[in-house]
């Protein structure tokens, strides 16, 4: 088979590239004004390619204005039981297609994704409060986690590896470790699927993530109950719409099933249900853990794929294009409100330059328009939920009572019925709660250093080890950062964002330490191996 390259999709760049940024613009715009035509609708979950309905309903309100965009199912422990059926009636028959076949068919996905992809942006910054550019950026990384994770699948040849030994000319009266034998032995050495995975989204990159962990597990022959996130910050739309391109492109009935409900309900029939073989997550450290620990602790053996967040560090060394950190990191930790497991929550800034540095990145701050994220030049949209409001509030009171509150830190009126906030950046000592709680709201804690050394050990000093960032000109301290950092994802002097943005087959998005299980990232080479197990199939001849 002819090996097809990967491209990403990169929509506003190569607008913009051409020349063509209003016709960018003006295709968002008209499909912001042709989804609102849908909000208000009843929609079914979907179990075998049937339509499935609860008895009650949740309805999502758009974290901007509080508009109404649907009426969602709050499907139960039982729906996610009929689903977990459905997904297992279909796994034999779809396990059993051939890997080219399924490459095939995600690659028509992705055609499909692309052919809405203003459409679901537009849903998505109704839905989570992005940007036009973060959410066409999301869409576009959902169509290259399925064209790369297809493009895997191809060039590893559904990764089966054919071994032999050669019959040798001496015989052995009893077998033994490495004893010869007369007859050849022919060894196929497969990647085999597990069966049914769960998978559960996050509210941060419904649309990516989402199908980038459901492409993982079903590009590999597994089938899925998906679980858009559907309590508290809510994406359920564009989760419906992905399951209803995935049906567009041809993926067979029961082989992706849609579930909304609770965490509670339905992500915990995950955990505690044998015959889901694996769980493939994105979101809190005590979600994941809580999920393992209990599977575990029930006796179930289950595969999990988590991405489980992060504290993620940066330094600002006495070497640095300071208006270059000043930009990457005002990018990282508050663009889309800091609410990516990615953003840049610590940065320890050199003592010499840490005053300038903070007068800097406190007027980038606020440069930063704060309000309706549909309209073009804001920056900074709602948070997702008065929980986010709350861990905001209290991030910024214990900012006030035991350390330095340098920006920010309140709440702002604009009008619209949403949880509107100013970027925070505030100073707290090494061993402050916030230095190392996860808070994913937008609170940057600044502290200066002495030592490089020093500034590694406390960026390294978290339970999690996501991504990480450096700005410095000096060979001698990008060594020291890169040999000793633990983080997975790292950048050194990166312009656009200090810590976030991974892309998909240039960069892997990786935790170490608590911010994953097994080490391996998404976007990359290692990524699907993570749903498969290894059977090794010999024949003497
Ligand atoms: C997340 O917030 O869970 O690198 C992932 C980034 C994005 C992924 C963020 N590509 O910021």
Redesign the pocket.
């Known amino acids: 088979m002819a090996k097809i390259a990967f491209g990403n999709e990169f929509t506003y760049k190569k607008f913009v590239e051409s020349g063509k940024e209003q016709e960018f613009d003006r295709l968002f715009d008209d499909a912001v004004n042709s989804v609102k035509k849908e909000f208000g609708r009843k929609h079914p979950m979907y179990i075998g390619g049937k339509e499935v309905f609860a008895s009650d309903t949740l309805t999502e309100r758009s974290p901007i204005d509080g508009t109404v965009i649907g009426q969602f199912q709050k499907g139960t422990r039982e729906h996610a039981r009929q689903a977990i059926k459905a997904a297992q009636e279909a796994f034999e028959e779809w396990s059993a297609t051939g890997y080219a076949e399924r490459a095939s068919l995600f690659r028509k996905a992705a055609d499909v994704f692309s052919s809405h992809k203003f459409e679901l942006s537009a849903i998505l910054s109704f839905e989570n409060g992005k940007s036009r550019y973060e959410s066409v950026g999301e869409v576009d990384?959902a169509i290259d986690f399925i064209r790369y994770y297809a493009n895997e699948l191809e060039i590893n040849k559904g990764y089966l590896r054919k071994t032999s030994l050669q019959r040798s000319t001496t015989k052995v009266s009893a077998g033994f470790q490495g004893a010869p034998s007369t007859r050849e032995e022919k060894v196929q050495i497969r990647m085999v699927p597990y069966g049914v995975f769960g998978v559960i989204a996050?509210f941060?990159?419904p649309v990516?993530?989402s199908a980038g962990m459901s492409t993982g597990a079903m590009i590999t022959g597994n089938t899925v109950v998906f679980k858009p996130s559907s309590s508290d910050s809510m994406t359920m739309l564009v989760g419906l719409k992905i399951y209803e391109y995935l049906k567009e492109a041809g993926i067979p009935a029961g082989v992706f099933n849609y579930v909304t409900g609770p965490g509670s309900e339905v992500g915990d029939e995950f955990v505690v249900n044998r015959d889901v073989a694996g769980i493939v997550f994105?979101g809190s450290r005590a979600v994941g853990t809580g999920m393992i620990m209990k599977a575990y602790g029930l006796g179930l053996q289950k595969t999990f794929v988590v991405?489980m967040g992060g504290k993620n560090a940066v330094i600002v060394s006495k070497n640095a294009d300071l208006d270059m950190a000043v930009s990457g990191v005002a990018s990282a930790a508050f663009g889309f409100d800091g609410q990516?497991?990615?953003?840049t929550s610590r940065v320890y800034v050199h003592d010499s330059i840490k005053e300038m540095f903070i007068s800097k990145l406190i007027d980038k701050a606020r440069s930063f328009r704060i309000g309706n994220p549909l309209d073009k030049s804001v920056y900074m949209g709602p948070l997702i939920s008065n929980n986010a409001l709350k861990t905001y509030a209290d991030a910024i009171d214990k900012a006030k009572s035991s350390g330095r509150l340098l920006y920010g830190g309140n709440r702002i009126d604009t009008g619209l019925d949403g949880l509107y906030v100013e970027p925070a950046i505030v100073e707290v000592r090494p061993d402050h709660e916030l230095v190392r709680k996860e808070l994913f709201v937008p609170v940057l804690i600044v502290q200066g250093y002495k030592d490089f050394d020093d500034a590694v050990n406390l960026a390294n000093d978290v339970d999690y080890g996501l991504?990480a960032g450096l700005y410095s000109k000096n060979r001698k301290e990008i060594l020291a950062f890169i040999n000793h950092v633990q983080a997975g994802?790292v950048y050194l002097n990166r312009d656009t964002?200090a810590t976030?943005?991974?892309?998909v087959g240039l960069?892997t998005?990786v935790g170490w330490k608590g911010s994953s299980v097994g080490g391996k990232g998404s976007g990359s080479k290692f990524y699907l191996q993570q749903f498969m197990r290894e059977q090794s199939i010999s024949l003497t001849k």
């Open positions: 990384e996050p941060n990159f990516s993530i994105t991405e990516k497991c990615s953003a991504t994802t964002s976030t943005g991974a892309i960069h998005f």
